[in-house]
């Protein structure tokens, strides 16, 4: 018999979201004839009475594949087990979101999220005995077992191109220009950019930094010639002497911000270095989506599909070795993926000759 399944966007947006939601829903009704459905703004359509949700045909998911965002809507304030109510409190609301998945009479639910989402989502599984799998994707590319997730190419690639966009007018004006990108607590966008991109400077969460060394790096360029440099710095990275930079924004939510303006002033007081500071911010999350990403998350969604069939639950998509391989979502939220500073991409950047402000 057919089967009835969800699919829901859950935690920040990225690029490659709406191509998984297709290979989702073109391999399931084509393949098994199964029904599909999508929920609206993740859990939060859990919530609504009737669940809110739309059910996704062959027809109206045409042209998904090169579109950004997620047609179904997404949120990262929607935690089911402490979710915020208008008064500034948190309710348990979990039943409520159990009860709207039975409702649904769904044989499973797709979750395509970061190592955050999967782990509430699982939580919320085991409670209500719903059947779900996951689909990975974050731009910061931090699940521990999978070597690509949905988003991460298209983050590296913008970042790339900003880089090469700013080279030449910091040639132009012998100036010193930061780019400060993403990276909640990984610095995978800022090593992979900046190797691809040429920057002289590379900043990660990872490996403290001592502004002194940053300058001097500089300063030797300038001494063989060069009267220009390119930094790339993660947005969560920290200096030798404490902690990363933050700032608090409504509701009292901390957020990482600003490290960028902190370096440049740094570089400015102490060898008088004429700065600009570019943060790409959102930009990252957004756009057409890189040829890997589309590709990638294809091969999730199809594989994800596959699992319903095989009644294979509680099991994530992920990348191994050039080919889709599942595991337990225990198992693939259990280690976090830093960048390793003695991984290849370190010792690649140290070889060229890039200051990694140790």
């Known amino acids: 018999m057919g089967k009835r399944i969800g699919i829901l966007t859950s935690g920040g947006d990225c690029a490659g979201l709406n191509a998984a939601i297709r290979a989702v829903v073109y391999h399931a009704i084509g393949t098994y004839g199964y029904e599909v459905f999508g929920i609206h703004q993740a859990t939060l359509g859990l919530l609504e009475r009737p669940p809110k949700v739309k059910e996704l045909t062959r027809t109206n998911i045409r042209g998904l594949l090169l579109t950004g965002g997620t047609i179904l809507g997404t949120t990262n304030k929607g935690d089911p087990f402490a979710y915020p109510m208008p008064d500034g409190t948190l309710l348990d609301r979990s039943q409520e979101m159990i ?7 769904l044989d499973a639910l797709l979750v395509i999220g ?10 919320l599984a085991q409670q ?6 996951g689909i990975p994707k974050t731009i910061d590319n931090d699940i521990g077992i999978t070597e690509r997730s949905i ?16 080279q030449f007018t910091a040639a132009s004006h012998s100036r010193v220009l930061i780019l400060e990108v993403m990276g909640r607590d990984a610095g ?4 992979s950019a900046g190797i691809a991109g040429g920057a002289d400077v590379i900043l990660i969460p990872e490996i403290p930094y001592d502004i002194q060394k940053v300058c001097k790096h500089i300063v030797n360029r300038r001494e063989l010639g060069k009267s220009y440099s390119l930094v790339i710095v993660s947005e969560a990275v920290k200096s030798v002497e404490g902690g990363s930079m933050t700032n608090v924004v409504g ?21 008088g270095a004429e700065t600009r500071v570019t943060v790409l ?50 198992k693939a939220i259990e280690h976090y993926q830093t960048v390793n500073p003695e991984g290849t991409l370190v ?9 990694l402000g140790d």
């Open 281 to 330: 911010g959102h930009t990252q999350r957004g756009g057409i989506p890189a040829p890997i990403d589309r590709l990638v998350a294809s091969a999730f969604g199809v594989a994800a599909v596959d699992l319903v069939a095989q009644e294979m639950y509680d099991h994530v998509v992920t990348w191994q070795h050039r080919q889709v391989v599942s595991v337990p979502i225990e």
């Open 188 to 191: 995978h966008i800022a090593i």
């Open 251 to 271: 509701l009292g939510e901390s957020r990482y911000g600003g490290i960028g303006q902190e370096i440049a002033k740094g570089i400015t007081s102490e060898i």
């Open 128 to 133: 209500g005995n719903m059947n779900i799998i």
């Open 99 to 105: 009860e709207g998945y039975h409702q649904l009479g």
């Open 347 to 355: 010792k690649t950047a140290r070889g060229l000759g890039i200051c």
């Open 114 to 123: 970061g190592d955050g989402s999967l782990a509430i989502l699982r939580k």
């Open 151 to 166: 988003g991460f190419q298209t983050a590296v690639n913008i970042a790339t191109e900003a880089l090469d966009r700013l």
